[in-house]
């Protein structure tokens, strides 16, 4: 294929080699007359280990040529792969001077072409970027519409600096963001070589899922580093702790607790943590990421509560009390705290939760829930029909197979569903079901 690449900094240096090495043509463009002249020259641009060769090759076998003129690049490529930096502004907020005016300048070369050309921003950018601000600057300066004349999607980079070559053949995953499902094969053919799974998704979501793996990799850095100050206060190998926390691919490492939903809650983790914040506190330690897990937990909960207020209803039934499914465990659980402040704003409650319901009458929870729950006690009902026949609102706190049949037979009209539970994995169940963060 005949690829032009605008930017040819880390990521456009490197993808450049590499689609070269694939036997692709590529038309590198920078603005940088000196980065030009240094691959011309057959040398790379940036310092990473590999690449020198890699662009002397291309250069070589005439597979690599670069330009400053935009308007050549797209002539004579059939599709162009957007990598110019988005860097950081004082505020904060992504600086898209540079990719928009690379898109003002694409737009105005897709003016002069007769045939179609397929659009590939690479930068990372935040969602909606693509679809709001970039295709309409293509179509502005081209006067033509997109997805009849050309074709955009987003198609994010997971290349490390220093190890990129070898990302770029292996990647976690090829991610396709499109807005026409025939672009995803011409990214396909392109990628083919490339030994990763190949995820086709919407153009937004394929722009979060970037956003989103950048944000875990701090997380899981800021964290490790966390503990690491707290392992070395009480003189513990911090090492040898992350090294076999690691080896746990079962919980640890693993996609079990990364899907969304409501707050955690139970006999172990919020104690455990408040333990280790008080311990921290003691040893003079500031440990802001783990700090803010309990107070992120505890706005999950009044966003539940939120969603129910903002219905206007005053009838609510509430699907589940114990902190998971398949326990009778009522210790910290966040549907108990919902259902106090549900209580607390004047509502009308009713709740379901046969494991609850058993333990009513028997077992080590009789106990607490007569002591401790009484007045949520009072408003349990037996029965999903005795639920059902109260409610205006339904919310949905645990995620058990009978309340996914419950929800799907209920039907819709006459009942609002709230899920805190994904009870479902078609989030267009019908117009009056509203997930808790989906
Ligand atoms: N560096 C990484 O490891 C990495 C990894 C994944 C994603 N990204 C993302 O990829 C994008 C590029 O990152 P980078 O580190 O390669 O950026 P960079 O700043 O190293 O390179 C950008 C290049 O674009 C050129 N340029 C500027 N204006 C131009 C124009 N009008 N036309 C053509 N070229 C122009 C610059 O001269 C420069 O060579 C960013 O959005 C970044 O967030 C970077």
Known sequence: ??????????????????????????VGVDIDESKLDLIRSG????????????IAEGVREDRIRVTRNSLDAVQQTEASLICVGTPSRRNGSLDLSIVTQVAAHLGSALKEKNSGHLVIFRSTVLPGTVNQTLIPMLEEHSGKQEGRDFHVC??????????????FYNPPFTVAGVRQDGVASILRSL??????PFLTTTVEAAEMIKCTCNTFHALKIAFA??????????????????????????????PVYLKPGFAFGGSCLPKDLRAIEFQSRNLALD???????????????????EMVLDTGKRRVSLMGLSFKPGTDDLRESPLVVLAER???????????????????????????IEHEIPHLSR???????????????????????????????LGTAQHIVIDLARITDNPSLHDNYHGICW
């Open 225 to 254: 580093n966390e503990i690491g100050n707290l392992c070395k206060a009480l003189q513990i190998d911090s090492h040898e702790v992350m090294g076999i926390f690691c080896q746990d691919t079962k919980l640890n490492l693993a």
């Open 43 to 54: 040398r790379s641009p940036i310092v990473e280990e590999g690449l020198s060769e890699l």
């Open 191 to 196: 990628y083919e070589r490339v030994q990763a």
């Open 379 to 409: 408003l349990m009902v037996e029965s999903l029909k005795e639920l059902f026949n109260h409610a205006e609102v339904i919310i949905v706190g645990n995620k058990t197979s009978g309340f996914a049949a419950a929800v799907r037979e």
């Open 287 to 305: 440990l802001p990421v783990i700090r803010s897990i309990l107070p992120s937990n505890a706005l999950q909960i009044e966003r539940a509560i």
């Open 154 to 167: 987003f198609n994010p980079e997971f290349l490390r600096e220093g190890s990129s070559i070898k990302d």
């Open 1 to 26: 294929m005949r690829i032009s690449i605008f930017g040819l900094g880390y990521v456009g240096a490197v993808t450049t080699a590499c689609f070269a090495r694939e036997g692709h043509e590529v």
């Open 342 to 368: 549900l209580l607390g704003k004047g509502l009308k409650l009713k709740i379901f939760d046969d494991h609850v319901s058993l333990a009513r009458l028997v077992g080590s929870n009789k106990r607490y």
